[in-house]
Nanobody
Framework: QVHVVESGGGLVQPGGSLRLSCAAS????????MSWVRQAPGKGLEWVSD????????YYADSVKGRFTISRDNAKNTVYLQMNSLKPEDTAVYSC?????????WGQGTQVTVSS
């Protein structure tokens, strides 16, 4: 059974940093793309970043490029999102997904609030 669990959210001041983690299980982690998406209050789902199975290729939305870094540790079945220079508009629930042949599996999300 596939499980995806995010952690690391919280309240941070503008300009600050947070690192989100996403622990996955129930599939061969290193074989699959992983993604981060976010949903701000009252808005639709926004794709944030992707990483391929070996971590050698990463992709970012223009809104976070240069500020966020996605990475993965396949020995720990975990993907990370390092978020720097955070802005109030980054406030959202951040969710991780495993993009498998059988479908896309989501975690419950973690709240990130950027406010002074």
């Amino acid at each position: 059974q596939v499980h995806v669990v995010e952690s690391g959210g919280g309240l941070v001041q503008p300009g600050g940093s947070l690192r989100l983690s996403c622990a996955a299980s129930g599939f061969t982690f290193s074989s699959y793309f992983m993604s981060w998406v976010r949903q701000a209050p009252g808005k639709g789902l926004e794709w944030v970043s992707d990483i391929n199975g070996n971590g050698g290729s990463t992709y970012y939305a223009d809104s976070v490029k240069g500020r966020f870094t996605i990475s993965r540790d396949n020995a720990k079945n975990t993907v990370y999102l390092q978020m720097n220079s955070l802005k109030p508009e980054d406030t959202a629930v951040y969710s991780c997904s495993a993009n498998l042949r059988t479908g896309t599996y989501w975690g419950q999300g973690t709240q990130v609030t950027v406010s002074s």
